[in-house]
């Protein structure tokens, strides 16, 4: 409802809204987590400053300033991980970069976390 824009409960209870409330810091704090997670597994990994685009349709983009996790794909390169993920069961949408392939943390929830670290350390074998 309406109602619910006029107060902070919206942040928690519209997942869209808490992504975009999100702190540089604690999107930092996030992606060394995830980082960590993918790293125990044997693959190699980094956080890095990114940008997260919001909006479009009638509404202009926006960037944020964001922290994604950077991952070296392997011997495959980016483009078989990035194929490999969205086949997975529970598909993973990261984004290709200079070969390497980034998740945003932004757009994540921390408790999809360990599908993902395991997903990723598959992938990459």
């Not at 070969?99 to 599908?115: C, G, K």
Request: charged share 25%; proline share 6%; hydrophobic share 40%.
């Amino acid at each position: 409802s309406s109602d619910l824009y006029a107060d902070e409960t919206a942040i928690s209870s519209i997942p869209t809204l808490a992504m975009l409330a999100m702190t540089p810091e604690q999107l930092k704090l996030r992606a060394e987590t995830l980082k960590n997670m993918i790293e125990s597994r044997g693959v190699r990994a980094s956080v890095i400053q990114a940008f997260d685009q919001t909006g479009g349709g009638s509404v202009p983009m926006q960037e944020l300033p964001s922290y994604a996790v950077a991952i070296r794909p392997g011997k495959a390169g980016a483009d078989a991980l990035d194929a490999a993920l969205r086949k997975s069961p529970r598909p993973i949408i990261g984004r290709i970069d200079h070969d390497r392939y980034l998740l945003h943390v932004r757009t994540l929830f921390e408790e999809d976390y360990d599908i993902i670290a395991p997903a990723i350390a598959e992938a990459v074998k």
